[in-house]
């Protein structure tokens, strides 16, 4: 994958060229996209062009071996990590994604903007948690103490670091403190607030753009996504909720719940849970000193910063885990106005 074959995040694009022209080669780097952005493509362009021996007017060669072991995704020093799960597609009693790499491989190369939900699917585990358990440390490990095959950088391409357990975070942090030499951890994240924070202290974070809508067109994988009409619909539900909340007014909070619940289908009362995350995400970067990464547009600050004040600093990631919830159960037909309800609930108590 060469810089000039993705969509969009140019910014990103040239940051990440000029960080390896420099030689100040950044050692654990995290990517935060909403799903299906083009994160791991911007990770798997950066190693090429930091392992390419021919690189270009900016960019990698796409010729030299190196890349060409890239550009299949079978280069010796360059490792992939995912969450998994056990699953009729491996025998492995404790797999690991060495165990589904090669499943890895084909839905990568054939689309690298895919989504969760479609490597569960690619490795047969549709019905259960990807997570990423404590052999996939090990394993990681043994394989960065090796030297490299090649003379060049030794790379974990680490996507959904937040499906990693205490145990294996533990494991992994010293190597991801002090890698050996010439050695880089490129974490790919959809949810920030969930990365244990002794790992994203560690890293160089750095914000993957949403797709315009004209990139997003070009990307098949990308899923559907509320249109800016319903986005702007949302904002206000959003904001009003919100306020609400801080405000300690339970009955305005309820109403916008049922409006949320109002929301003509399914797919949008999703869609609005999903924005919902996404807004609450930005509240918790801003109160963790990440306003960087956070992506409020500039109308939109006053707001923001207003509620990463008012809002307790746990209620985020609590918000969060309980809006999921309501996803899955608006997926099982659950009555929408109970749940939404519901959420509006636990999240007062929780603010
Ligand atoms: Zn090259």
């Known amino acids: 994958m060469k810089f000039a074959d993705i969509t969009g995040n140019g910014k990103v694009a040239s940051a990440l060229m000029s960080m ?35 690189a270009k007017d900016g960019d990698s060669c796409g010729e030299c071996p190196s890349c060409r072991q890239m550009s299949k995704m079978i280069h010796p020093d360059v490792h992939f990590v995912f969450p998994v799960n056990k699953g009729p597609k491996t025998s492995d009693e404790k797999p690991t994604s060495e165990s589904y790499l090669k499943y890895w491989r ?4 054939a689309d690298p903007y895919f989504t969760e939900a479609d490597l569960q699917k690619a490795i047969g585990i549709e019905s259960k948690n990807g997570l990423i358990a404590v052999a996939e440390a090990k394993s990681i490990i043994s ?14 391409i680490f996507y959904l670091p937040e499906k990693m357990n205490q145990e294996t975070a533990n494991r992994l942090l010293k190597m991801v403190e002090e890698p050996p030499e010439k ?20 890293c160089l974070s750095i914000r993957v753009l949403p797709l315009s809508k004209d990139e997003a067109q070009k990307v098949k994988a990308l899923r559907p996504e509320a249109s ?24 305005a909070a309820l109403e916008c719940g049922e409006s949320a619940a109002a929301l003509e289908s ?3 009362q ?32 006053e707001f923001y910063q207003d509620m990463a004040i008012r809002c307790g600093r746990t209620f985020c990631s609590k918000a969060i885990g309980n809006i999921e919830k309501v996803v899955s159960m608006i997926d099982r037909n659950v009555n929408s106005k109970i749940l939404f309800c519901d959420i509006v609930n636990r999240m007062f108590l929780s603010i």
């Open 20 to 54: 390896a022209d420099s030689g100040r080669v950044a050692h654990a780097m995290l990517l935060y996209e909403n799903e299906g952005c083009g994160a791991l493509a911007l990770a798997m362009a950066y190693v090429q062009y930091l392992n390419c021996t021919g």
């Open 106 to 109: 084909e839905l990568a190369l």
């Open 270 to 301: 999703k869609a609005f849970c999903t924005f919902a995350s996404e807004c609450i995400r930005k509240i918790f970067l801003i109160q963790h000193g990440m306003a960087c990464i956070a992506d409020v547009p500039d109308e939109e600050q």
């Open 143 to 156: 394989k960065l103490s090796l030297s490299s095959v090649s003379d060049g950088y030794k790379a974990v």
């Open 183 to 202: 050695t880089v951890f490129m974490f790919i994240t959809h949810a920030p607030e969930k990365v244990l924070q002794t790992i994203f202290s560690r």
């Open 266 to 268: 399914r797919e949008k």
């Open 228 to 251: 800016e009409e319903d986005s702007d619909g949302f904002m206000e539900l959003f904001s009003d909720m919100m306020n609400a909340l801080v405000g300690r007014n339970l009955m």
